[in-house]
């Protein structure tokens, strides 16, 4: 198999033949068609916790990273319950001792994929993984969003931005994003209210629409306060923090309002992800595509933080 690794963040991806992983009873080998480039990705090899908590769980050997996949199976365990042929998508999990999505092939647990439809592209579907199944947790697990519920999106444009605004109008809640000039109509389009930070302070502006029952955080609390985001909530609203950072640990430790949201994608919680998407309640925007072997500069671009929707690799 091949994969995309480098051994540090200043040391390019690169591809690199690799031993295929041995396959366990519950195990299916996926044949990668479409891989999802997320922050986390180059956020692994930049050291840090993930890093670290990669050394200590995950495989050996070369780091290869990347979560999102979507793909054919090719093999499977004999306690697995999925066919060889299935089309799926599914997520990567290091704890696991699993490579990560940056290859030709994956192998993981058969729970970790769910089966695509065959109307259902390759390419869409891994934009889910990560960037849909973050906010379908902050809004049913969470922040229990019904009708009539009300959210706030900081950073809408991005992947799980934008996912973030169809799952809130999917599910029947008013739904506002902070985004720039360039990015309003595109806001407007998935969501109710576009709020234009280069127009004045979004948090301010933000106010009229509120208050609400989510304020999700697809950028970092460096630039939103997290005590303004609170200070917008109903008297059971949550503030879900899908970038968190060393300096928010406090908050999430003793305000009761705060948490995390860590999109770790399983069976569960894609299906009704990949109904969505048949059904057309999901459209994800693809601003490239990337050939695998140019994963460094998908990452370039990751890094720059102006990606509109999902960035992908094609082995």
């Given amino acids: 198999m091949k994969a995309a690794t480098s051994a540090a963040a200043d040391v390019p991806l690169a591809l690199l033949e690799m031993p295929p992983a041995a396959l366990g009873a519950r195990d299916v080998r996926v044949s990668v068609r479409a891989v999802g480039v997320n922050p986390v990705d180059w956020k692994m090899r930049a050291g840090g916790p993930l890093r670290l908590a990669h050394r200590f769980l995950g495989p050996g050997g070369p780091l290869v990273v990347g979560v999102d996949f979507a793909g054919v199976v090719t093999e499977a365990g004999p306690g697995a319950d999925l066919a060889v042929g299935a089309r799926v998508v599914g997520g990567t999990d290091f704890s696991r001792k699993q490579r990560g999505s940056y290859a030709d092939e994956v192998v993981v647990r058969d729970e970790q994929c769910a089966v695509l439809p065959a109307d259902v592209s390759f390419e869409r579907a891994a934009c889910l993984p990560v960037a849909a199944v973050t906010p379908w947790i902050s809004l049913?697990?969470?922040a229990h969003v019904v009708p009539g519920s009300r959210v706030l999106v900081l950073g809408a444009s991005g992947g799980v931005g934008l996912f973030a605004l169809s799952l809130s109008k999917m599910l029947g809640a008013f739904v506002a994003g902070v985004?720039?000039?360039?990015?309003?109509?595109?806001?407007?389009?998935?969501?109710?209210v576009a709020i234009d930070y280069t127009r004045g302070d979004a948090l301010t502006m933000a106010r009229a629409h509120g208050p609400y029952d989510l304020v999700l955080y697809a950028i970092g609390t460096d630039v939103y306060p997290l005590d303004r985001a609170i200070a917008l909530l109903t008297p059971s609203g949550t503030v879900d923090l899908a970038?968190?950072?060393?300096?928010?640990?406090?908050?999430?430790?003793f305000a009761r309002q705060v948490t995390t949201v860590l999109g770790r994608p399983n069976r569960?919680?894609?299906?009704p992800l990949v109904d969505a998407l048949a059904r057309g309640d999901?459209?994800?925007?693809?601003?490239?595509?990337?050939?695998?072997?140019?994963?460094?500069?998908?990452?370039?671009?990751?890094?720059?933080?102006?990606?509109?929707?999902?960035?992908?690799?094609?082995?």
């Fill in 140 to 142: 049913t697990d969470h």
């Fill in 243 to 253: 970038v968190p950072t060393p300096e928010d640990y406090l908050a999430i430790a």
């Fill in 282 to 315: 999901l459209e994800p925007i693809i601003q490239a595509t990337y050939p695998l072997a140019d994963a460094e500069e998908a990452h370039r671009v990751s890094k720059a933080g102006k990606v509109v929707g999902k960035l992908l690799l094609v082995p």
């Fill in 268 to 271: 569960a919680r894609l299906a």
């Fill in 179 to 192: 985004c720039s000039t360039r990015n309003v109509e595109v806001v407007e389009r998935f969501g109710d």
